[in-house]
């Protein structure tokens, strides 16, 4: 966390919060009260600044002029940060992959520096936890376990009512973990068989060419050219009663439950939500999914956890994550 600063604080009005998601693509941000109404927001792009200091020119440039809609920066409670490999301790984003900057990017203290407002950061799946148990299905829970399925495989777990940040603040990759050892290679890490390489949109995509390649099944997707194969496209078919894009999806909820129960079996939570592109699947996916986790459960753990859909809108969810952590900061 960068290190805080006074600001005014507005004296007749609500305080409010930012929140800003980096993605590899592209950055969302916005202003947000305390009930999760997003009140104004934007996005520009992250992939088009090779420097992370013209970033933070542009994030101020759109950025601040919201601020100041929203009745000034005395108004402003704070910024919360959720970036991939984000650092809560340190403010920092270390060695993230899909960024375009490369190394230790004291990222919080940047941005603390140039709105001259308090900035907390944390990796963008924890901020979604937070998120989730401040305005969304986690709402009153303190054990749950969030996991995003988008293009990876993200994830935050909450026990005793505490995130769990591990002593250098990278604790909670569960998308990393091993899950079917030697199995699929994972360009990004290097490592062979992670949750990540099944159970993400890119995951869907690698097995349904595998199983194309494997498989004579007539199916709707031999008609889709292979750079052209997605998860949308599978799911398309899926809805279509294609047998093997049903296999895909069925394929996938197996590896998925067989993870679950795992964390299950390693924190206790109430619930795991789920978040994300690939939730759009519906039964499709949940279907397996749960039969798998209950079915490689030990009993006294069996039909005790829900899994549940975040209720979060995905277009706000990011924003209204970072937003959140704002009002972990002690006056």
Known sequence: MAKKIATPSAVSLDPLAVGIDIGGTGTKFGIVDRNGNVLFSSEISTRGHEEVESFIEELHNNLQPLIEKAGGPGRIRGIGVGAPNGNYYTGTVEYAPNLPWRGIIPLAKLIQNKFQLNT???????????????????????????????????????????????????????????????????????????????AS???????????????????????????????????????????????????????????????????????????????????????????????????????????????????DAAILGASALVWEIKD
């Open 120 to 198: 907390v950061l944390t990796n963008d799946a924890n901020a979604a936890a937070i998120g989730e148990m401040m305005y969304g299905a986690a709402k009153g829970m303190k054990d749950f376990i969030m996991i995003t399925l988008g293009t990876g495989v993200g994830s935050g777990i909450v026990a005793n009512g505490q995130l769990i940040l591990g002593h250098d603040g990278f604790a909670g990759e569960l998308g990393h973990t091993i899950i079917i050892p030697d199995g699929r290679f994972h360009p990004g890490t290097g490592k062979y068989g992670s949750l990540e390489s099944y």
């Open 201 to 315: 949109a890119t995951g869907v995509t690698l097995t349904a060419v595998e199983m194309l390649e494997k498989s004579n099944e007539p199916s709707l997707l031999r008609d889709i050219p292979k750079e052209q194969l997605n998860s949308k496209k599978v799911y398309e078919a899926a809805i279509q009663d294609d047998k093997l894009a049903k296999e895909i999806f069925d394929f996938t909820g197996k590896i998925l439950g067989k993870a679950l129960a795992n964390f299950v079996m390693f924190s206790s939570p109430e619930a795991i939500i789920l978040f994300g592109g690939l939730t759009k699947a519906g039964d499709l996916i949940l279907k397996p999914t749960r039969e798998h986790m209950e079915e490689n459960l030990i009993q006294i753990f069996q039909n005790k956890v829900k899994i549940l859909i975040s209720h979060l809108r995905e277009s």
